[in-house]
């Protein structure tokens, strides 16, 4: 039997975003990183719930030079031991690269997918941008945004609107056919 996932995008919905001129940016280092309230406890109920918890987050930083990798592997690390989290999927390709993997395409989710045998219609993406949702539909799971009021477009697929990730726990938990 396939498994089930929750996608989680990681700035934003498992540590705070450094937001700056209504933007969100990643932490720059372990020194920044926080892991917001509450994230651990909704993990660890996801998790005991059997979804697998698959980081999913867009890193252009690093191509754009301002971001080592070894910086995003460092926040991973530091993550990694402190939360339930079973895999981190980065994608390091800025905007113009033209990958198959920077959300809002779907790949660095149907690559997870594929690894980790994952059913997609019974899986989810949390994310706090309309790059996270848009993916998360055109991967073909539910999609839930984290809505921090970003000076953003909105998602162009259907979503569901939580105010963080506990939140979204709970709703997944609670969605019919799954709880």
């Excluded at 994608?91 to 980790?116: F, T, V």
Aim: glycine share 8%.
């Amino acid at each position: 039997m396939s498994a089930r996932a929750v996608f989680l995008d990681r700035d934003g919905v498992v540590n705070r975003a450094i937001v700056r001129d209504g933007r969100p940016y990643p932490p720059a280092n372990v020194d920044e990183l926080e892991i917001l309230p509450g994230v651990a406890e909704a993990l660890r109920d996801l998790k005991a719930r059997g979804y697998l918890l698959i980081v999913v987050t867009n890193q252009p930083d690093v191509a754009r030079g301002t971001l080592r990798v070894e910086e995003v592997e460092a926040v991973h690390a530091r993550l990694a031991a402190q939360l339930p989290i079973d895999a981190f999927v980065s994608c390091y390709h800025d905007s113009s690269d033209g990958c198959a993997c920077r959300k809002p395409k779907p790949g660095m989710l149907l690559d997870a997918a594929a690894r980790w045998n994952v059913d997609v219609a019974r899986s989810y993406m949390v994310g706090d941008r309309w790059r996270d949702v848009d993916a998360g539909n055109a991967a073909g799971v539910r999609a839930l945004l984290v809505d921090y009021g970003y000076d953003e477009q909105l998602p162009a697929g259907p979503f569901r609107r939580v105010s963080s990730l506990r939140e979204a726990a709970d709703a997944i938990m609670n969605d019919e056919g799954d709880a």
